[in-house]
């Protein structure tokens, strides 16, 4: 098969967009879907999350299949927490087999932190093991040596945190992944532009595509809720005080204001190859942003 | 050190309820250790429930006490067979491995888990248990500058430290530390950061299938042991 | 709910460890240095706790006469006391002065009875005679002491000044035997033992001590104004006054010395000089007097000694040479060497040579004398060389102290009865092992250093006016805080049950003292000579497999708490609150004292030595047994030994979680563990006197409402 749209763009030299939604708590998927038709012409693809922050939620690949039949472009997140190595090759074989090609392999988050607490985290295997064992599918064998009656092909990437406090062992898990067949990165919350450009300096010896991921704040108490229990995420002091000196009910405005000013920069100083927009339920505000940052996907 | 934390007395009175005799076991090892099942602690369960019952106001059990070298050795259990005789149940303070012997040696008698068998681990300090090994029957100590990712790390993850790390510590528990930190922190001490940058392969989850066995006995016509 | 105490429950623990009542303690080193073998470290424990009468009845199962001793006794237990190897000596003396001053010590009664026929006589009533006499008294002889002066007590008599011991507490002792049946013959001197024999005594024991005073061997010395010390001891002690005049010399460095030279300023002379042939380092007399001695103006000229005295206008004018220290002589001290042409002159009044004492036997007593006129005796038996007649105290050993002699006179009473009953003298029994071994520098770092309270002493210029005691006795609180400084030699920790123990390296962890280590094959030793017994790691072991090595009084907390429970099921008594207490300190005695006073029906003691000895175990048994209300009052703070506070409130911890598993109120649990042992406490008992009653009630009413 061809390569996918996303991939496409990956290799061109246009600044990316893309975004992500969140499935719903339920099998009530009208909301989903009006995100998807509000957002698919805005933005180079849209990923739909695997049980966020461990939050039991309609599945991803159910969430890709609605974007596809929509008409947009869909990245798969893939996280290792729930599934043995038999569920996840067969659960890409589904995907491939749905015209869902785009893959982003993820470790995902603990148990601990979700609304599930005494599941059994399965994590038969980790992101690192998960790209190797989709370009072993790609290349006509499962992970045990069997040939495979059809072989699928996919467009993967991973995460990455260059905020991170400690950041050396981040770097060394980036080149594994990146040696393990990583084509694209889309980053953890970037709220400091200095050092995503201390990364980006480490990062261009890659032939990989990076993109920032903007989180949407829509107050300071949201912001410091998160710093204190969404896995990965740290934000700044000087972001939370901007964010306290709106009055209430005006916050989301900022918060849309900071992602915008983020993007603007990104994009003009070309900091990194686009932008990954996580609007954590207030998707409906995505166009705004990309509309203050003057940013139009491409071909649209 | 096998160690387990004493079930909570309310759970314990509820499984001891249909029976009237009730010998408490103790195990003189890994629970005496661990301060959890030793004859200290058996004696103050003991009085625990002799107060609970009182305090019920219609007392229906006796109880019992002893404590044996070790409950997972078929000949200490021997000395129980006399005591077997005149209870109608026996409540082991022992690990599970212990209270399962128990059963398997004297099948007519019921045996209740007193304590919640939890980990492998060692003391921090006195009183404060950390666990340290998963027998996961592969180990891979070698490579992780001897701190184990299977156990310290809580997805057990072998390429490196997830997003989620801060400060040094697990995104699940913040005053557990991040193990690949450490990991990675004690071999650059060691000069051995290579280690890390290795790809390692998925785990081989069934090194030893379970239930495991382990047969240390020299086999004449194989001449081999440890199989 | 549940206030009918239960006490009629039979239990099945077949795992308690009956062999509590062993005593594997080694004998402390005090003991060990006492020629009686006085039980130092038990007496001392009693005083701590405050149990006055009891010290003194285990003094006094070693020692006849306890109240000469705790006057004047030279305490070698305080020269081997290892308290010392961390900051000073336990006060030994003064507390055994304590005890029997105020352990009723006058109510003291012997009685004894004759059960043989064999007459005993005793030549010379010293503490040597006087030990003999009683000994065999108690065990049924019929004793003679003969005295050939009028009074009793020989070197206390008419050696020891009355300011350092008065005479009613050496008339109190002598009448002790009185009492009980000893004859007494005063004013009769014996010259001759065939005499004895042949009036009916079956065994005779010298004890004529060493009262003849040595010459000095110079010319003049039989100068009127030169008297012997001793003799002039002796006369004072006897009621003569001589008349000394202005200036006095007394030569010598002993015990007599300075004895003769405070008497001499008491007696009202101007100056007083002690002249000794050596340096003050090798003065034999007790430092304590020298210091004394020097306070109350006496003058000591070191390094020197009398060639010659001359009586001149009335006066004693004497030649005098310095001295060096050359080579040590028999005595290990350095021999004093004149020093060339250094001869001076002085003029005193009187001179008093006090330069040693040596028995002096009669020839008609055909017994075997040996080196310094002593008489020679078979050590083990105590036999000369006459059938029959034994010999002790200094007419044996020369000038020694009182608490040998009382030693020598107990040997005595005890080969004499063998010799009467036609017993095999066999060689005294092995006693128990001693202790050996200094304190670590990690453990003495751990121990709290408290300094020793001295007794009070008057003012030199206060004592020099007559012969009044000297020194003054501790008071209550004094008492307990001195002798709560006692490490408890020997009684520590010991793992009794080696095959339960799992080398859980509790006890390690738990001792503040750092005492319990790994040997080179992995098990745990508590070394015997740096544990202090505080009973800690007795507590937390898991597996239960560690005692002490002697159980204090043969009472543990189980025993006690068993006997309070018994005694409140007895009573009927509600409601029920059982209150572990410590004993020591003034905890004991005083804070609780008050409580028992004033608190309220059914607050039952149960007395421990030391809190941390308290099990979680203890407390939750007192409330399985139907108390309402448990609390644990020690200490705190003022704790003897470490960290003890913080256990108890562990454990009542650990207690209080359980109440609220099996649905009590946690509060029915308390620790009253403070910094100072003061009437607050009191006063926080009361509260939860009220507090529990009031639960009581509240279920009552509750029982009341449901039916």
């Given at each position: 098969m ?6 496409e ?9 893309t ?5 719903p ?11 998807i038709?509000?957002l ?22 159910g ?7 929509h ?6 997140q ?7 190595r ?7 074989l ?12 993820l ?5 601990d ?9 399965v ?12 370009r072993?599918?790609?290349s ?19 995460s990455?945190?260059p ?10 898990k ?27 300096q480490?990062a ?5 595509k ?6 949407v704040?829509a107050?300071a ?37 900071i ?42 | 050190?096998i ?9 314990t ?10 010998l ?9 250790v ?7 602690e058996v ?13 019920g ?14 409950q997972?050795?078929a ?10 005789k ?6 082991s ?8 012997a128990?059963?398997?040696?004297f099948p007519?008698?019921?045996?209740l888990?007193g ?6 681990g ?5 009183g404060?248990w950390?666990?340290?090994c ?6 891979r100590?070698?490579e992780t500058a ?9 997805k057990?993850?072998l390429n ?5 790390t801060k ?6 528990n913040?005053?557990m530390?991040?193990a690949w930190?450490?990991i990675?922190?004690?071999l650059?001490?060691?000069q051995?950061?290579?280690?890390m940058r ?14 495991k066995?382990?047969v240390s006995?020299?086999?004449?016509n ?5 199989g | ?6 006490y ?6 077949p ?6 009542s062993?005593d ?14 006085m ?14 009468m009891e ?33 000073k ?9 304590f ?12 009685e ?12 010379g ?23 050939a002066?009028?009074e009793?007590?020989g ?12 005479r ?19 004013n ?13 005594y079956?065994a ?15 010319e003049?010395e ?7 010390g ?9 009621g003569l ?5 202005d200036k ?14 405070r008497?001499?300023?008491?007696l ?19 430092p ?16 020197v ?6 009586r001149?206008d009335?006066q ?21 060497v004149?020093?060339?042409?250094s ?40 036999t ?7 010999a ?6 020369g ?23 036609h017993?095999?003298?066999?060689p005294p ?15 003495i770092?751990m ?10 002493i008057?003012s030199?210029?206060a ?22 400084r ?22 390690l962890?738990?001792?503040?003292y ?44 189980t025993?006690?708490l068993?006997?309070t429970l018994?005694?409140?099921a ?9 209150g ?6 003034l ?14 029906a ?15 175990d ?18 705190g703070?003022?704790?003897?030994r470490e960290n ?9 911890g ?11 109120e ?7 563990v403070?910094e100072t042992?003061?009437?607050?406490v ?20 509750m ?5």
């Open positions: 061809a390569n996918s749209l996303f991939e763009k990956l290799s061109s030299k246009e600044f990316l967009v975004t992500e939604i969140g499935p708590k339920g099998a009530d998927t009208s909301e989903t879907v009006h995100h038709d509000l698919k012409d805005k933005v180079d693809a849209i990923n739909i999350t695997d049980h966020q922050s461990s939050v039991m939620r309609f599945p991803s690949l969430g890709c299949l609605l974007v596809k039949e008409g947009g472009e869909p990245i798969f893939m996280t290792c927490r729930d599934r043995n038999l569920a996840l090759q067969a659960d890409l589904l995907a491939y087999s749905r015209g869902i090609t785009n893959v982003l392999c470790t995902g988050d603990c148990v932190v979700g609304d599930h607490k005494e599941a059994k985290p994590f038969d295997l980790d992101s690192v093991q998960l790209l190797k064992m989709i072993t599918m790609e006509g064998k499962d992970m045990s040596g069997n040939d495979l009656k059809g072989a699928p092909k996919f467009c993967v990437g991973a990455i945190h905020e991170a406090d400690f950041i050396e062992p981040q770097l060394i980036f080149e594994k992944k990146v040696a393990a067949g990583a084509q694209f990165f889309q980053t953890q919350g970037i709220f400091d532009l200095a050092s995503l450009r201390r990364f980006m480490y261009s010896q890659f032939n990989v990076i993109l920032a991921g903007i989180i704040l107050s108490r949201m912001a410091k809720f998160m710093n204190e229990n969404v896995p990965g995420i740290i934000i700044s002091k000087a972001i939370i005080d901007e964010l306290a000196t709106v009055e209430k009910g005006k916050g989301l405005q900022k918060g849309i204001e992602a915008s000013r983020f993007i603007k920069t990104i994009k003009e100083e070309s900091l990194c190859h686009g932008v990954h927009i996580m609007a954590v339920g207030n998707e409906k505000v995505v166009p705004e942003i990309l509309e203050a940052a003057q940013v139009v996907a491409l071909g649209h | 050190m160690v387990a934390q004493q079930k909570p007395l309310e759970e009175r509820r499984m001891i309820a249909p029976y009237p005799r009730v408490i076991l103790g195990c003189g090892t890994c629970m005496t661990c301060d959890t099942g030793g004859e200290r004696s103050y369960l003991h009085n625990a429930l002799r107060v609970a019952q009182a305090k106001g219609n007392g229906t059990h006796t109880f019992s006490e002893y404590t044996l070298k070790r997972c050795d000949e200490f259990l021997e000395l129980l067979a006399d005591k077997i005149d209870i109608d149940v026996v409540l303070l022992g690990c599970g491995i212990g209270v399962q128990i059963a398997e040696r007519d008698i019921p045996v888990p304590v919640n068998t939890s980990f492998m060692m003391a921090k300090e006195r404060v950390d666990e340290r998963a027998a996961c029957g592969d180990c100590l070698e001897g701190i184990c990712p299977i156990t310290r790390c809580t057990g993850i490196g430290p997830c997003a989620g400060n040094g510590k697990c995104e699940a913040k005053d530390d991040c930190v450490l990675y922190k004690r650059e001490r060691l051995q950061l290579e280690k290795r790809y390692y392969p998925p785990r081989n989850f069934r090194a030893i299938p379970r239930p066995r382990i006995k020299a086999n004449l194989t001449g081999g042991s440890n | 709910m549940y206030s009918r105490v239960n009629d429950t039979q239990e099945y623990r795992n308690q460890t009956e062999k509590y062993l594997h303690s080694l004998m402390p080193p005090c003991q060990a240095a006492c020629p009686l073998l039980e130092i470290r038990e007496y001392i424990d009693l005083i701590a706790q405050g149990r006055n010290a003194l009845q285990v003094i006094r199962s070693g020692n006849p006469f306890p109240s000469i001793c705790a006057y004047v006794c030279t305490h070698p237990c305080e020269d081997s006391c290892r308290r010392g190897q961390v900051d000596p336990v006060a030994i003396r003064a507390l055994k002065r005890a029997v001053e105020f352990g009723g010590d006058r109510m003291v009664q012997a004894a009875e004759t059960t043989h026929q064999e007459k005993v006589a005793i030549i009533s010293g503490p040597a005679g006087l030990a003999c006499a009683y000994y065999l008294r108690k065990l049924g002889y019929p004793v003679t002491i003969f005295e002066h009028s009793l007590g070197m206390l008599r008419v050696g020891i000044p009355q300011y350092r011991l008065p009613q507490v050496l008339d109190t002792e002598v009448q002790r035997l009185t009492h009980m049946g000893v004859e007494i013959r005063t009769t001197r014996v010259v001759s033992l065939d005499l004895l024999f042949d009036l009916g079956k005779i024991f010298i004890t004529t001590g060493a009262h003849q005073s040595l010459r000095m061997g110079i003049g039989e100068s009127p104004g030169v008297i012997d001793a003799t002039f001891l002796r006369e004072i002690n006897l006054k001589p008349s000394l005049g006095v010399a007394v030569v010598g460095g002993g015990n007599v010395a300075i004895d003769a030279a008497t001499a300023l008491r009202g002379a101007c100056e007083v000089h002690i002249l000794y042939r050596r340096s003050r380092a090798e003065m034999p007399a007790d304590v007097e020298v210091e004394q001695a020097l306070e109350e103006g006496v003058r000591i000229q070191f390094l000694t009398p060639t010659r005295i001359k001149q009335g004693l004018n004497m030649t005098c040479i310095r001295m060096e220290l050359g080579e040590p002589d028999d005595s290990g001290r350095r021999r004093p004149p020093i060339q042409d001869n001076f002159n002085n003029v005193f009044d009187t001179l008093i040579a006090a330069i040693g004492q040596a028995p002096q036997t009669p020839s008609d007593f055909h017994i075997r004398i040996g080196k310094g006129s002593t008489i020679q005796v078979d050590p083990a038996t105590l000369t060389n006459r059938a029959g007649v034994f002790g105290g200094d007419a044996v050993t000038p020694a102290t009182v608490t040998e002699a009382l030693a020598a006179g107990r040997l005595a009473a005890s080969r004499i009865d063998d010799y009467l009953q017993r095999y003298p066999l029994k092995e006693g128990r092992k001693s202790l050996a071994g200094d304190l670590l520098p990690r453990t770092e121990i709290r250093k408290i300094s020793r309270l001295e007794p009070q008057l030199p210029e004592r020099a006016k007559d012969f009044g005691l000297v020194e003054s006795v501790y008071d209550w609180q004094a008492a307990v805080n001195e002798s709560r006692c490490l408890r030699c020997g009684m520590g920790a010991e793992i009794l049950f080696q095959d339960k123990c799992a080398t859980c390296l509790t006890c962890r738990v001792c503040p750092h005492v319990p280590h790994l040997d080179t094959s992995g098990a745990i030793q508590i070394p015997v000579d740096q544990c202090q017994a505080c009973g800690v790691c007795v507590a937390e072991c898991p597996a239960k497999a560690i005692v002490l090595r002697k159980p204090y009084d043969r009472r543990q907390v025993e006690e068993n006997h018994k005694s409140a007895e009573s009927k008594l509600k409601p029920l609150i059982i572990f207490c410590c004993q020591y300190g905890f004991g005695t005083g804070a609780l004292a008050s409580l028992w006073r004033k608190t309220g059914g607050v039952w003691v149960v007395p421990v030595l030391c809190v941390a000895k308290v099990e979680s203890h407390m939750l048994r007192a409330f399985e047994m139907g108390a309402e209300g448990v609390f644990v009052a020690g200490c703070e003022q704790c003897a003890t506070a913080d256990w108890v409130r562990q454990r009542v650990k207690v209080r979680k359980t109440l609220r598993e099996i649905g009590l946690p509060e029915r649990m308390q620790a009253f403070s042992a003061n009437a607050d009191a006063q926080q008992m009361d509260k939860f006197s009220d507090r529990i009653g009031n639960l009581y009630l509240a279920s009552i009413i029982q009341e409402v449901k039916r």
